[in-house]
């Protein structure tokens, strides 16, 4: 009876699961925030300069994303490559349009 | 081989210079010869903490500026004589260290300690990154409320991307050190459950230190809890995390109750 009791009163104010679910979205958010800043900054940067060789690229389609995990962390690196690869002709639009 | 730890949160505090004292103590009990340094330039508390604010000649910043050698600025403590400490400066401020200064004084620290402890300053600016960079190991300091939890992920996020280790690839050991545990609030569903906080940080746990009233007493005769009261509830703790540091397998001990159920039922904190 007391067990059950005090389950009661436990289950009625638990705020604790509350705290856990904001932390987690929260962190998430933020970690994609943070991960963007130095490291990642400089990957972006690189990748792209090294792609851009070969293919014209938006840089606003390279996306660089860092998830950590508890014993590994991944490196996602998205690239949106468009259909046409004639590179001077898309310099040449960009540079139209900037 | 001379370890450099870093006692640091992120947020202000929850128990940095506390543990720091603690886990020193502790660790220069068990043989182990220990300084504790005070990166708090400008607030410095550790030399409080450890009973030896009387004995304060020079410090770290007078170190790093080549104003006094590290003998002078070491001060032995008067209970354990392998335990020593170097102040922080109370006047100067944090732009006094230099990044090439501190190297050099952990340098020197390493060849004549075991282990080095390094009690940062609470944020992310300078003061804090510094006493992390030359870390080879860190204590994440963390009470179980969201605030907390979320600084501390900022800083393990630091202590992955800014310290020498880092840059070099290799990795700074990361433990999370739970404190001001509250058992009657974790019983009550109030506080944030364990597993979630290392689930969430995913760093291994090195301690679980409850809320005590046996910490508050040893802050004010200036004596680390472990020293203080050895027997309390913290101080066993504190105990527990060091061997833990030093290698041990020690079995986790999560804080239970200790009062009766009608207190339970109402609320009451422990007298
Ligand atoms: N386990 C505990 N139980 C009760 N009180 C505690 C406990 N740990 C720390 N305190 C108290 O909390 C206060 C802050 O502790 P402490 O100075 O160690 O924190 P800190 O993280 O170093 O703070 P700062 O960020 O200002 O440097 C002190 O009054 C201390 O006595
Ligand atoms: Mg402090």
């Known amino acids: 009876m007391s067990m059950r009791l005090l389950r009661l009163f436990g289950g009625r104010n638990a705020t604790a699961p509350v705290a856990r679910e904001r932390l987690q979205i929260l962190l998430s958010h933020e970690r994609g925030l943070l991960g963007q800043s130095d490291l990642l900054v ?57 | 081989m001379a ?10 505090g929850v128990g ?21 340094v005070d990166f708090d330039v400008g607030l410095r508390n550790l030399d409080l903490v450890m009973g030896a604010e009387r004995r304060v000649v020079f410090d770290l910043i007078n170190v790093v500026q080549g104003v006094a050698k590290l003998p002078q600025a070491l001060i032995r403590d008067k209970r354990l004589e392998n335990l020593w400490l170097l102040p922080a400066s109370q006047t100067r401020d944090k732009d006094a260290l230099t990044d090439e200064g501190v190297g050099r004084v952990i340098g020197e620290l390493r060849s004549r300690f ?8 609470a944020g992310i600016e300078r003061g804090a990154t510094l006493a992390m960079r030359y870390a080879d190991e860190a204590v994440i300091v963390t009470n179980p409320e969201v605030s907390s939890v979320r600084d501390s992920d900022r800083i393990i996020g630091m ?11 290799e990795r ?28 969430i940080l995913a760093t291994p746990l090195l301690g679980i230190i409850p809320e005590s009233q046996d910490v508050l007493k040893a802050s004010n005769v200036g004596t680390p809890v472990t020293l203080n009261d050895a027997d309390s509830a913290p101080a066993r703790a504190y105990v527990d995390a060091s061997r833990r540091l030093m290698g041990e397998q020690v079995a986790m001990v999560v804080p239970a109750e200790r009062r009766g159920f009608m207190n339970r039922l109402l609320g009451r904190r422990a007298a």
């Open chain 2, 114 to 121: 075991d282990w080095i402890l390094c009690d940062s300053p």
């Open chain 2, 3 to 12: 370890k450099v730890l870093v006692v640091t949160s992120g947020k202000g």
């Open chain 2, 16 to 36: 940095k210079t506390t543990s720091t004292a603690a886990l020193g103590a502790a660790l220069a009990q068990s043989g182990q010869s220990v300084v504790v």
């Open chain 2, 172 to 199: 700074v050991e990361k433990h999370v050190l739970i404190t001001r545990y509250d058992p009657a609030r974790a019983a009550r569903g109030e506080m944030l459950n364990i597993d979630d906080i290392l689930e």
């Open chain 1, 42 to 98: 400089t990957l972006r940067e690189e990748i792209l300069a090294v792609v851009s060789k070969h293919v014209a690229l938006d840089p606003d389609k390279v996306l660089v994303k860092l998830e950590r995990g508890k014993t590994v962390s991944t490196l996602e690196v998205d690239i949106e490559v468009p259909n046409n690869f004639d590179k001077s002709k898309a310099i040449a639009e960009r540079r139209m349009a900037g």
């Open chain 2, 159 to 169: 202590l992955d991307s800014k310290t020498v280790r880092a840059e070099r690839g």
